[in-house]
């Protein structure tokens, strides 16, 4: 069955950086785009970072642009996420996602049908 | 990137319909199909339940239905469970190249 599960989350001063994973299984990983999501504690979700299934298209939210970066390892299924300059207000839940393929072709569906049971970032 | 609009709470008893609103602008919901809604017990991961507007993946119950009219994307629950309750986020692609979530909605079962 398909599998997400993040790690690398933990208590980190601002300004530090830190590196999230995303280890996937029971799917073709590398025919998936793989997305980060965040969730601040009693606080909706949000977007964060996309990279394509071939790891050579990557977008970014606003809130992150330029400090955190998105890549994959396909020939070890992980997606990971590196985050730099880390803020108090990136304290969040980090969820990762796949998106399925698009039902009429192409690599995109615009949703997320499995997610990762999140790992927890503190910055204080 | 501004939220999409939610309501914070939605309630009703056993059996009635409720449904959640989730508003946006033309470059989200109204621009696009991608319309997707998510179910998410406290403590939980978020659980796909709607996606493109209207459509639902295998698994989830019939009482679960999208709509979309211009700017604003429905859910509805019909027959409303005590399972149903949960907070809800509706979420929408945007130009260019990004996501936006709603803003949460918490059910109420009574």
């Known amino acids: 069955q398909v599998q997400l599960v993040e790690s690398g989350g933990g208590v980190v001063q601002p300004g530090r950086s830190l590196r999230l994973s995303c280890a996937a299984s029971?799917?073709?990983?590398?025919?998936?785009?793989i997305h980060w999501f965040r969730q601040a504690p009693g606080t909706g979700l949000e977007w964060v970072a996309v990279?394509?299934?071939?790891?050579?298209?990557?977008f970014y939210g606003d809130s992150v642009k330029g400090r955190f970066t998105v890549s994959r390892d396909n020939s070890n299924n992980v997606l990971y996420l590196q985050m730099s300059s880390l803020r108090p207000d990136d304290t969040a839940m980090y969820y990762c996602?796949?998106?399925?393929?698009?039902?009429?072709?192409?690599?995109?569906?615009?949703?997320?049908?499995?997610w990762g049971q999140g790992t927890l970032v503190t910055v204080s | 990137q501004s939220a999409l609009t939610q309501p914070a709470s939605v309630s009703g008893s056993p059996g009635q319909s409720i449904t959640i609103s989730c508003t946006g602008s033309s470059s989200d919901i109204g621009g696009y199909s991608y319309v997707s809604w998510y179910q998410q017990h406290p403590g939980k991961a978020p659980k796909l339940m709607i996606y493109e507007i209207g459509n639902r993946p295998s698994g989830v119950p019939a009482r679960f239905s999208g709509s979309k009219s211009g700017n604003t994307a429905s859910l509805t629950i019909s027959g409303l469970q005590a399972e149903d309750e949960s907070d809800y986020y509706c979420?929408?692609?945007?130009?260019?190249?990004?996501?936006?979530f709603g803003t949460g909605t918490k059910v109420t079962v009574l």
């Open positions: 996602a796949r998106e399925p393929r698009s039902s009429v072709g192409g690599p995109s569906a615009f949703y997320f049908d499995f």
């Open positions: 029971g799917f073709t990983f590398h025919d998936y785009s």
């Open positions: 979420c929408s692609y945007k130009s260019p190249d990004s996501y936006v």
């Open positions: 990279a394509s299934a071939d790891g050579t298209i990557k």
